[in-house]
């Protein structure tokens, strides 16, 4: 048995990369081991611990917008100065009539919401599910001792870290952090802060080379991960024996291979525009503070969008992909049972994939495309919900008869069926042109976007998370303090983002920057849940401390990990010593079977690893992998 | 700890890792310039009827280009073939080549194309006063043909006529090898100016008549511009379609008023869509042709410490950089119809 084969070093569990003596012939040197490193773990490391600093940084911008809208013009409570001598007097102002300080502007509102949407979706989200566990985990679980070109993975890290870097600075130029949305439209985007003595440090350009820099991190990083997923399957890993978040990964990457580059040039078109003067996105005739503006004019807003959306349709699907990747692997593991349609999931997943590449317009609607045009997308917008039907009705199926262990991970991934699922059916309305004309831009189009991806994915990463740390750290995180950090969450989240439902069919527009209260005698009915939503980030961000808390000190004081298997999981990534040594495992591995032979009739225990090889003296037969006969519970 | 398939094929993909990792890189350059091009579409489709211009780009030249890029190509699956029977020398050569073919290529873009179009001056006629440049535009004439409308007047700037006081200029003007004479015929009661080149067949470059215009308490009344053959006589049939060779300047020198002016400066990124795209898509081609070139010189000035270790993995390494080589000349295929020709 592989699982007890190795545990022999677990007194090192918190020293990557120190102990496997059998593979390190020469030492490297700290910088090279932890900082500059090549091996994929230490990458996926690096990426995840950037990814969730991100992420907070992105949620505690929506926090401070939060306020504003529950109570326009009140100057932030007790750190409003501290806000106010950071950010700048562009971003907060002093109370006029108390002389407080700490009032979020209009100005720096619009800047806040840009970068939370871009911080949250191209640095917290991306760098967390795809590349961090991507690059932990897809080797680990193919069997391979690395990427195919660690240095290459490297470059991408490296070059995401700079395009941090360049967005985190952006908050500090004159002007302040882009403020045009996340999408950057044109005109406004091309604008926006547009000083001639200085055409690079301003918000905007910085936003877009940001963007360029991320965009090559991800186009690295997903060359990588695809030639990794092809070339190091490790002997008998054949493809329909690949654990379903490879597959997933597998998918995302095309998506990201294929619709970042769109973006690049879209990127590379609007910074000409902006610090060249081209007219790529500035049509004829623009008037700017009541001047014709000084650009010769002829090119079009519209291009933009659609380059845009043409990235950032399959973005959202890279968003969603290694979230359902993570559940898959989580609940299989947890219900000790394979999962129901192991084989419909791989075909939905690469139908979705190629649908994602179609269904861009649907965000466009209001730009007046044409009925044809608008029809069109509407269709192939209807269609790609049936593959998403089939992977959440087959994760939820994978529940039934299945004897549930509710550990920490478990309780994330079940919950994320739900609330994906709500954000799943909330957007079929959304498909619709009609309904869609009423509904664009209301709240109801953020509540529909951020149950999909707020209680959707980062569930799902927490679900990862509390599924993998063990593996990467030889400690386990503690329950007691996972239950506090998922229950509160799972309360607040929700407090959060049904209102918006509520508030949006009443028409409340995503960009009030006032929460409304300009118009209030229309929104009259659904003004107060304004204060109900703030109250609930509140607390959802007093809900993350036990999980932060729980993060770090479980990484020295946690509970070691029992075995190198704790979960009992098949898949080849529990195969290697914990944590895993440069190299990854310490005898070759060969795969002798698919990736959920769970409670198999007959067999010995109620898993058998994908490595272990068939008995010679006993036929054990394996599952029949569409799930026609529901595996009995043990 | 070695990763496998770094030299040798996979046997059931066929393919050993970097050759999958060039291909799938180049699955995402396709989808680069492909947002490229269709931006290209785009704004063509869209432009206003005689808003894109042709035959303003040098065609001699740029087929030159094209053969040698076709040629560096031929060269460079030879220095792969060289590699694979072992011939070193004929490599060096090779691959020697094709570094030249590359430089070439880069120079002539660099030091005659791309130079040209920042001295050439265009300025966009206000469309309610083409009737005034008739005799410069000729779309009496096109309308009758049923072609398309010419909206704009080209060549190269002599002379800017300006309202200022003297003083305002003078520094600028001796900075910049200008000469400001007063107006022959004031038509209003601010003092007029004329700056022009210290040497006349100089002209003024349109980058300092910019700089010039946004000096305090200067204002632009009307530019004087040596006029390409085609708005100097619009109305010969000769000039109804774009020549491949763009002709050389007339001897006539026409004065345009500002105020009649939609938008005008030199053939720079920013004087059209078209400009817009051919510098953006030459540019970034550009940038693949000198990183393919910086590649291959790694290959050739420190390849050989690699090829006495293992002669496969070198090959390997050309074929991977050659394939990435194929892609540049490709869309170099399509830059060169697309800006050139149609």
Known sequence: MATEASTHDHGHGHEPGHDHGHEDHHELGWWRTYVFSTDHKTIGIQYGLTGLVFLFFGFLLMLVMRWQLAHPGVPVPKIGWLLQAIFGDSAFMTDPQTGVKGVLTSAGYNSFGAMHGTIMVFFGIVPIAFAAFGNFVVPLQIGAPDMTFPRINMASYWSFFISCVIMSVSFFVPGGAAKSGWTSYPPLAGIADLSMDHPLMNGQTLWLIGMIFNITASLLGSVNFIATIIQLRAPGMTWMRLPFFVWAQFITAFLLLLAFPPLEAAGVMQTMDRAFGTSFFMPTGLIVNGHLADWSGGGSPILWQHLFWFLAHPEVYVLILPGIGMVAEVIACNTRKPLYGYKAMVGAIFVLGFLSFIVWAHHMYMTGMGAKVSGFFQTTTIIISVPSVILVTALMLSLWGGSIRFTPAMLFATTFLPMFGIGGLTGIPLAFNAVDLYLHDTYYIIGHFHY????????????GIYHWYPKATGRMLNTTLAHLHFWPSLIFINGIFTPMFFQGMAGVHRRWYDGGATFQQIINPVIHWNNFMSVSAFFLALAQLPFIFNFFWSMFAGKKVPNDNPWDATTVEWDTPTPPGHGNFIKPITVYRGPYEYSVPGADKDYTPQTEPPKADKTVTAPDLLGATPAPAH | MQIPYEVSARPDTGLYNAKLGIWLFLASEVMLFGGLFSAYVFLRVGADDGYWPHGLLNVPIGFMNTLILIASSVTVVLAWASLKMRQWSKYKLYMGATIVCGVIFLVVKLSIEWPQKFVHFGAFIKKDRWEQYEVYLGNKHLAEKGLAPRPEITGHLEAIEVSASADAVKTFASDHELEVKPAEAKESGESALVVEAKHAEDGVSPRTAEKLLRLPGVKP???????????????????????????????????????????????APKHSSYFAVYFTITGLHGLHVLAGVIVFCYFF?????????????????????????????LVWIFVFPIFYLL
């Open chain 2, 221 to 267: 009344v009307a530019f004087e511009v040596k006029l390409d053959e085609i708005n100097a006589d619009p109305d010969n049939p000769e000039n109804d379609r774009p020549h491949f060779i763009p002709r050389s300047l007339s001897e006539k020198v026409a004065k345009i008023k500002y105020d009649d002016i939609s938008s005008w400066s030199s053939f």
């Open chain 2, 301 to 329: 000035f420190f390849g050989e410490k690699l090829y006495r270790k293992n002669p496969e993995h070198m090959a390997n390494r050309v074929e991977v950089g050659g394939l990435f080589w194929h892609f540049v000349d």
């Open chain 1, 452 to 463: 999909v991806v707020a209680p959707g994915t980062i569930f799902a990463i927490f679900a």
